[in-house]
């Protein structure tokens, strides 16, 4: 292969590493999608009645690790499928093994059994089954459940997202779809309890295996058996089709509402020289903000913060500061607070906006357990607000929206909340990555309870995850292969990285954020390709942008234009966003999926330009390749795997 021609998955995926193959198994009106190993997209009848069942091995960090399959035997008829198969896990010398059973029948029942052990010992956060319910049409819909001790309890499924878990000791699930059908999920061989996963972003409630208030990691010895068992029944039939009809998916533009939010990017200080060296192309972002993350605990000092500063204004962007604190006691929380803001005082520009954060924040308190000792967060803000007069102080988690859900500043003390994302802190697959962006409307409809009046700013976020709230660090990732928390992730570098930062911009820009920082510059969340220790197939780390160069930049330039909101006939077909300019309605959308999509534009829009696998090689030469737009023959577009389109109607 030359340089010339990427192959088509490093096009869309970053990788040479080929998706998942998912395999559709259907008894009469109940279908699954197999993946390999787990259930997707469990339908009766047309309609999703469960998102996924998984078995799942997780190490002391939270890590999924992946199995490997043997004796994999796949039985179907009519109205009966059978899944068998044997599987293997191993971490750091120890291993689980375990056999697997799937059966599903036409009548509406499909169980899903585990038995297996560990021959070595086994260290492990959780190792069983999970369960996931989706989230529309079913959050705040009634349900029942069962206890472990036989009783029944009416609940419901949250609407605002609970920071703990809403069910606890849980044998039975059941609710009604909002076609009408009746579906109940039995887990057997121990205790379950739910956690809302749209804390994660992740498109779904989570019900899994051992409380957490039990010790975690724990150890499953040798010979030890680990016997569960899933039985999902679902009865009646689905009021009305619950998929498309056929045809293109029809795009209709409503009213203004708001405004497109400031677009920013983060910077790590091991990454301002590369950004400084790149500094001509860089600035033809236009991007607004630029976060500098200062950390003492990895040495950061006044040199690092003025190289930061130094790139921020070389880019023509506002340095915001995000400082972690490292003192817990707030005495010396206020003198290093203090301390750092004479160290910026003698830079040549101030920090518009300061964001600050305990360091203990950064990881993860588990509901139930104690919070480590930290700074009083009043008490940190008005130090920090006295360190950096003229400037605005934000408050709330570097870490995940969790985090902030659970631990709420006082914000009386506060100018803005903020907190970020990632996208694979529970799954790397291709299908669960991109179903996040069906739950940032969710946590955008959230977070006005936690920031109660004030503006919230979101990111620096990315598909990966530049720190881990749950264990030692990300997952590194030498292999560029897909798995759940990687720090490089190799779909930033692709195609579907560029549909899933417009979808993240979209959806929180439509929810209210005043501001929007996508991952960062260079490095593993970057726009363009530098030198890294990782593998960056096709990329020869001179610069070369990667296709979400393109969606940053497009979006930077719409700034405080009012938002139009986009109206689809299929939900969640398509994802975007719409804006007024001076030359007429600027719309932007993605293909969400890995399949083609007809897309019928709203009316009279003339002139588009795509971004898409067979542009890949052009975009990563040319800046402004969605500036070329050229007329439309007919207003139906045909959209390929991840594609993105820009497209214009002239005033």
Known sequence: MTHSDPSHAVRLYGTEELPIQERLAGAGPLSVLFDGANLRDIRMHGEEVIRAISFVVRDKDWATLIPEIVRLVVEEDDDRFRITYRAGVASKGETFEY??????????????????????????????????????????????????????????????IDPVQPMMDLREISHRTPGGLEVSCLMEGDAFEMEDQRNWTDASYKTY?????????????????????????????PKAPSRGAGGPVVLTLGEAEGTIPSLGIGLQPEDASAALRHVETLHQLGVAHIICHHDPRRSHDAETLARQVEAAIALGAHPWLEAVVEHVDDAG?????????????????RFTTVLVSPAPDLKCTLPGSVWPLAPAPAKLYAATRAAFPGSR???????FFTELNRKRPPTEAIDLVTFTTAAIFHAGDDRSLMETLECLPHIARTVPAIATGLPYSVGPSAIGLRDNPYGAAPVANPGNIRQAVNFNDPRQRGIMGAAWNLGYFAAFAEGGAEAIALGGAVGPFGVLSVPMPFPQ????????????WHIARGLAKLKGCPIRSL?????????????????????????PSPNTVEVRLPEDFTTAAILDASSFVAASRQPD??????????????LDSYAVVRALRQI
């Open 567 to 591: 109206r689809s006939s299929v939900a969640g077909a398509v994802r975007g966003i719409a804006a007024v300019t001076e030359k007429g309605i600027e719309l932007w959308l993605c293909n």
């Open 333 to 349: 929380a206020a003198a290093e607070i203090d301390a750092l803001g004479k160290v910026v005082a003698k830079l040549d520009h």
């Open 393 to 399: 102080i934000g408050g709330g988690m570097f870490s």
């Open 209 to 237: 295996v051992r409380p957490l208030a039990l010790p975690w990691p724990y150890r499953i010895e040798p010979g030890d058996v680990i016997g569960q068992k899933i039985t999902l029944t679902v009865k009646g039939s």
């Open 99 to 160: 056999e697997v059973a799937i059966q599903g029948d036409a009548a509406g029942v499909l169980t899903y059994s585990a038995r297996g052990n560990s021959p070595t010992g086994l260290l492990t956060n959780r190792t069983g089954f999970v369960v996931l319910h989706p989230i529309e049409g079913v959050s705040g819909a009634p349900a029942t459940i069962t206890h472990t001790n036989g009783q029944r309890v009416a609940t419901g499924f949250p609407v605002e």
């Open 625 to 638: 390749l969605l500036d070329r737009l050229t007329p439309v023959e007919t207003q139906t577009l045909s």
């Open 537 to 548: 197939p096709w990329f020869e780390g001179k610069g070369e942008l990667y296709p979400i």
